[in-house]
């Protein structure tokens, strides 16, 4: 009796793993990161968040996996693409959604505390103002797959991380109009020291 209650719970908790996090009119689905390459300190998590009711605003976001959880995204500004912290929240409409992309908004795990590897699966939280905190699980994948992920309407074009949050683009990148926006994940590209 007591092992099949046990395996009930495990099977229940995989179900509940795999699907999207929902609360109130919000659900988060397609949640995922990528595998960290060497010992690059950082990650990035990438989703879709739909509101079925009023507007709401996602204020912050936090993590046990890493130092700090922050939400950002990407501004051109001279000709350079740069990563900056969001300040104020990002607008979820009422009855739409944001997505959460690579080259866009996006929730950042600096200083993470392990590398991230492929098959894993990530906890954080989301904060909304209207509808509270919502948990969200991500997967983490290989590069390959999180390449895949990344060239589904996206860009392609090699970037690096500057000291000062700046991400130069690769004149080959920036010639042909592409984006590999891996390296802001931290995962591939070139550090500059």
């Known amino acids: 009796m007591r092992k099949a209650l046990f395996a009930g719970a495990a099977i229940a908790a ?5 699907l999207p996090a929902f609360a109130n009119d919000i659900s ?3 949640a995922w990161s990528k595998e960290s390459l060497g010992r690059v300190p950082n990650g990035a998590v ?19 996996i890493a130092d700090k ?12 693409m740069k990563m900056r912290q969001v300040e104020g929240g990002v607008e979820v409409p009422a009855h739409g ?35 509270g905190n919502v948990p969200v699980e991500a997967e983490v994948l290989s590069l390959d797959d999180a390449a895949k992920m990344s060239a589904h309407g996206e ?10 949050g700046a991400m ?24 500059k020291n």
């Not at 990438?46 to 046990?64: L, P, Q």
């Not at 860009?155 to 690096?160: A, E, G, I, L, Q």
């Not at 130069?168 to 550090?191: L, P, V």
Request: proline share 2%; hydrophobic share 40%.
């Open 14 to 18: 995989g179900l509940f793993a795999a």
């Open 28 to 30: 988060i689905s397609n």
């Open 46 to 64: 990438f989703f879709n968040v739909e509101n079925a009711g009023d507007g709401d605003r996602i204020i912050g976001a936090t993590s046990e």
């Open 69 to 80: 959880t922050e939400l950002h995204t990407h501004i051109m500004k001279d000709n350079v």
């Open 97 to 131: 959604g944001v997505a959460f992309k690579p080259g866009s908004y996006h929730v950042m795990l600096l200083g993470l505390h392990d590398p991230l590897k492929a098959g894993q699966h990530i906890s954080l939280t989301l904060q909304f103002e209207k509808a």
């Open 155 to 164: 860009m392609k074009m090699d970037m690096k991380h500057g000291m000062d």
């Open 168 to 191: 130069d683009s690769a004149k080959e990148g920036a010639m042909d109009g592409s984006m590999d926006h891996s390296a802001h994940g931290g995962t591939m590209g070139k550090m």
